[in-house]
């Protein structure tokens, strides 16, 4: 079983007592340290490097949305808040979930289970088979209950809903779906894909034609490119453009 080890940092003490009693009451999870002030454990974390910390967001001197930017590459943040308006932000940073206040311990199990499967996923890309190549060629993906080794040349787009993401095949008419996050998934494909809206990520070869507007027709699908990610589209088809 994949152990994870972590950090809790919430500026109120009632809530760190909350967050290390779900700890210890879940098998995969090893508690590194607890702070209620993050500078401190800014400086923790970059030290001990845990794969998992449980952020609060609104703290003083240093919130959790500044910090979670600072952490090492290799960790990975679940925020713990009682401000919900922050849920959209989270999306953007390294967050693998985000859990409103008060929290259940289902809830909470639901997060690191997410988190555990990520880093099994991250873990199976980056371990090659005995005599395969050194460049992966694609992932496993935990679906209906059983994990489907999945071909990158394969996946044609993949759409985003909440927690759940949907890969879009092409040998297969009905999507994929799994629990994760797009940025998660965002971080696993290789550079052939590239994310052009909040809730899609594209196979650039795959891509069948694009409108004046920066409409994607890929498949059966018409996928809308947002401003956030208009620049470095335009940027990729300019670099391929007959002129």
């Known amino acids: 079983m994949k152990v994870l080890h972590c950090m809790v940092v919430d500026d109120e003490p009632l809530a760190v007592k909350m967050l290390e009693n779900f700890i210890s009451k879940t098998s ?3 508690l590194d340290a607890s702070f209620t002030d993050p500078v401190a454990a800014l400086e923790a974390i970059r030290g001990r490097r845990p794969e998992l910390v449980f952020l609060d967001i609104q703290m003083p001197d240093l919130n959790g949305m500044e910090l979670s930017r600072m ?3 290799g960790t990975r943040v679940v925020f713990t808040t009682a401000f919900k308006d922050y849920a959209f932000d989270s999306y953007e940073v390294s967050a693998l979930d985000f859990l409103l206040k008060p929290i259940r311990y289902q809830k909470f199990l639901e997060a690191a289970e997410k988190a555990r499967q990520w880093f099994s996923l991250v873990e199976g890309a980056a371990e090659p088979s005995p005599g395969a190549p050194q460049q992966q060629d694609s992932i496993f993906v935990k679906s209906d209950g059983q994990l489907r080794k999945v071909a990158f040349s394969d996946i044609r787009y993949v759409e985003g809903m909440k927690d759940y993401v949907l890969l879009h095949l ?13 940025k998660a998934v965002e971080e696993l ?16 070869d795959k891509i069948d034609s694009v409108s004046g507007t920066n409409d994607i027709s ?26």
């Open 170 to 182: 092409c040998s297969e008419k009905r999507p994929l779906v799994t629990h994760i996050t797009m």
């Open 189 to 204: 494909l290789p550079d052939n894909f590239m994310r052009v809206h909040r809730s899609y990520i594209v196979a650039l």
């Open 71 to 73: 952490v090492p590459e």
């Open 28 to 30: 995969f999870l090893v």
């Open 218 to 243: 890929i498949g059966d699908a018409f996928i809308h490119v947002s401003d956030a990610y208009r620049a470095s589209f335009e940027q990729y088809l300019s670099q391929r453009m007959l002129r």
